[in-house]
């Protein structure tokens, strides 16, 4: 569903991610970890191309997004994003939030987007507040908004980026309940989160980030259950969070 395939990108002269390479299967969840500064945002970006990319490629169902031709706007519409800090349109409505996207890049019609929007913000327990402006809510249902916006556009594989960071320690937990549901039902998902828990509960696959390099990549079970199939990074950064 999605492959990085040797990927180096650089900020002006300083590389931040060197020879980066993984494959995301349909329905797999995979969680990236790592220090602060270690490239797992600017990693996940280029997923959906928020982020260029100077060496490698990347396919999303198969559509390289360096090829020429390729129409980004309609590739990121296909992958959802969701970020520390939400990004809701504070000037609109949840519901203007939902829409908004599935009638200006996928062409809905307003009945089917709001009927679409409402039926996710009901799936994230938060019907009720349709009405409301993003800042008449709490951090933890502003992201589940954000989650609601996202799959609202039927994406085939949502990115997650740190989502439950910018939250009070009592929000993390709807939030989290919401993208375990998501894991279960088979969505596909790139989670950047030290959140180790979710990490044990629904992830196949943990990577571990250390200065721009993809340093560990294995399935959940040796991530956790076997320090010595652990590098010295991952243990050191494993013992500081859990
Ligand atoms: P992480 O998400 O793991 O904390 P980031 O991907 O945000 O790491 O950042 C990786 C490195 O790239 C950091 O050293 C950061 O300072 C640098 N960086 C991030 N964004 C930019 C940018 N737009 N321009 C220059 N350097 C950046
Ligand atoms: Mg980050």
Redesign the pocket.
């Known amino acids: 569903m999605i492959e990085i395939d040797n990927v180096s990108k650089w ?2 002269s ?1 590389q ?1 991610l060197t020879d980066c390479s993984t494959t995301i299967q349909q329905g797999e969840v995979v969680v990236v970890c ?10 996940i970006k280029t997923v959906n191309a928020l982020e260029p990319i100077q060496q490698g490629d990347i396919r999303v169902a198969g559509q390289s997004i360096t090829a020429k031709g390729t129409n980004l706007p309609q590739l990121r519409a296909k992958v959802g994003m969701v970020f520390q800090n939400f990004e809701l349109f504070p000037h609109l409505s949840v519901t203007e939030n939902l829409t908004l996207a599935q009638t200006n890049v996928l062409g809905r019609n307003p009945t089917d987007a709001t009927a679409r929007g409402l039926k996710m913000l009901d799936r994230v327990g938060l019907l009720a507040h349709k009405d409301k402006f993003p800042g008449q809510l709490s951090g933890g249902q502003q992201q589940r908004v954000a989650i609601a916006r996202a799959l609202s556009m039927d994406p085939i594989a949502m990115l997650f ?1 740190e989502p439950t960071s910018a939250l009070d320690p009592e929000m993390v937990g709807e939030v989290l309940d919401v993208m375990v549901q998501l894991a279960q039902e088979g969505m596909t998902m790139m989670c ?1 989160t030290h959140e180790m828990g979710f990490a044990r509960k629904v992830s196949h696959r943990v990577i571990f ?1 250390d200065a ?1 390099r993809i340093v560990e990549d294995c399935p959940k079970d040796d991530f956790f259950g076997r320090p010595d199939a652990r590098s010295p990074r991952a243990r050191e950064f494993l013992s500081k969070i859990l």
Do not use: C, E, Q, R
């Open positions: 900020y002006g300083f931040v790592g220090p602060s500064g270690s490239g797992k945002s600017t990693l980026d950047v980030m721009g």
